[in-house]
T-cell receptor
């Protein structure tokens, strides 16, 4: 089954404790992206990747890192989480460029205390 | 950057038509999308329209694009309780960014 998976689905952590949210897709997509969803703000793009070893900032990259060492994986790293990073995070993938249909993962709900 | 605005809530009766609106600022947007998010789930692409089109119909869904007013709408005919969800418009412009609207929560009442 074609899908985008994220782990964990739910995470509670404390300020400053490094964490990684994994994202994996099995559709051989070149394009992958991370978004955060906050009430009243919709989805905002954090980082995206056009292909292996190619990443670029979205609209809200501060406080986040990403890497794309393999085509199928695109982890989101929070080196020193802060409470304002409490949010619902979505990973997405698509063929080629952003104009192609993006397929979304189920989301990761993060609470930073 | 791009600003994409939607009203937060819409309530309709089952069987009526729903119209969800979206306004944007960047006239260079080339692809315009509508996504649906059901409770506890990710986003699902409903439909999209190219910027050189004015209208697209797909079964119960009709997308209208007014480029002059920078206004995009999604009409759902014969709205059902299963249509209750949050609806997001999204636009691509320059580069490879996708900008989402704030989302409209559609509630369908019996």
């Amino acid at each position: 089954e074609a899908q985008v998976t994220q782990n964990p689905r739910y995470l509670i952590t404390v300020t400053g404790k490094k964490l990684t949210v994994t994202c994996s897709q099995n559709m051989n997509h070149e394009y992958m992206s991370w978004y955060r969803q906050d009430p009243g703000l919709g989805l905002r793009q954090i980082y995206y990747s056009m292909n292996v070893e190619v990443t670029d900032k979205g609209d809200v990259p501060e406080g986040y890192k990403v890497s794309r060492k393999e085509k199928r994986n695109f982890p989101l790293i929070l080196e020193s989480p802060s409470p304002n990073q409490t949010s619902l995070y979505f990973c997405a993938s698509g063929r080629g460029t952003v104009q192609e249909t993006q397929y979304f993962g189920p989301g990761t709900r993060l609470l930073v205390l | 950057g791009e600003d994409v605005e939607q009203s937060l809530f819409l309530s309709v009766r089952e069987g009526d038509s729903s119209v969800i609106n979206c306004t944007y600022t960047d006239s260079s947007s080339t692809y315009l999308y509508w996504y649906k998010q059901e409770p506890g789930a990710g986003l699902q692409l409903l439909t999209y329209i190219f910027s050189n089109m004015d209208m697209k119909q797909d079964q119960r869904l009709t997308v209208l694009l007014n480029k002059k007013d920078k206004h995009l709408s999604l009409r759902i005919a014969d709205t059902q309780t299963g249509d209750s969800a949050i609806y997001f418009c999204a636009l691509t412009g320059g580069g490879n960014k996708l900008t989402f609207g704030t989302g409209t929560q559609l509630k369908v009442e019996l």
